[in-house]
């Protein structure tokens, strides 16, 4: 148990900089004549959530040359081994247009291995087209007390067009998105894994086009920025599986920032 924004009141207490002006009580204040705050009192461990996508787009490389599915299981794989040594509890949910993978959260070291060798059967096969929306349903109805869900996916999601789907996700759970950057497009024979076009041998080269696209691509990225930010979810970019720690460590140390 910790102090800290929650849901079961503990005390009162004397406002200090750097307390979040929303916890103040303005009737006690008022009787005090001084500023008074509310603390609350939560549970420090909560059920994390492996939410894990394995449409087709999975399949491609990332940056670093590696499959997408393989850096996003890799990503997955350490964040369970991090709440299995905290006492957290894991559950995983791993989903396609098609398939579907359900595990309930539980601890113990057997159940974290069934997760991660579920996760990787998942991410061996390349399958149909992704479905957010579809995976998020399946969190919600899984999964209906509080938790942190992990969302893994890659950078193209989540878009506009899953705006509700995310918000209705981070007013259930505290959400942690972790995207897998695709690779230059423009590189070597690169092709669309969802509709398999390469690029014309012609236009391979073209420094024009590969500017063109090195801007489309960070244009999108701070859409998806600002997209997650208007949704009040944290997220990061992945390169590859070796920048997958680095980018764990900000992420959650942002994450415990924004809690204090």
């Known amino acids: 148990m910790y102090r800290g924004q929650g849901q079961d009141f503990d005390d009162l207490s004397l406002y200090s900089p750097g307390d979040d002006v929303g916890d103040i009580d303005w009737k006690s204040s008022a009787r005090s004549g001084i500023p008074v705050i509310k603390r609350f009192v939560r549970q420090n461990n909560l059920d994390v959530v492996l939410a894990v996508d394995t449409g087709v787009a ?4 990332a940056p670093s040359g590696e499959p997408k599915a393989e850096v996003g299981a890799f990503a997955a794989s350490v964040v369970a081994f991090i709440a299995h040594e905290r006492g957290d509890q894991v559950g995983l949910v791993a989903v396609d247009a098609d398939r579907c993978v359900l595990l309930p959260a539980r601890g113990g070291r057997a159940h974290l291995e069934l997760v991660l060798r579920r996760l990787e059967q998942a991410s061996d096969e390349p399958g149909p087209a992704g479905d957010l929306d579809r995976l998020v349903e399946r969190v919600l109805t899984l999964f209906p007390r509080r938790a942190l869900v992990v969302l ?3 950078e193209e999601r989540p878009g506009p067009e899953h705006v509700g789907a995310l918000r209705l996700l981070r007013t259930r759970h505290d959400v942690l998105v972790l995207a ?3 690779a230059d497009p423009t590189d070597g024979c690169a092709h669309d894994v969802e509709d398999g076009r390469a690029w014309p041998a012609f236009l391979r080269g073209r ?4 500017r063109a696209v090195a801007d489309a691509r960070a244009e999108r990225r701070a859409l998806a920025a600002q997209l997650l930010r208007d949704a009040q979810v944290l997220g990061v970019v992945m390169a590859g599986t070796d920048d997958v720690v680095t980018q764990l460590i900000t992420v959650l140390g942002r994450r415990q920032h924004a809690r204090r």
């Open 207 to 210: 420094s024009g086009l590969a």
């Open 58 to 61: 999975m399949s491609a490389s």
């Open 152 to 154: 893994v996916t890659d």
């Open 180 to 182: 897998v950057a695709n």
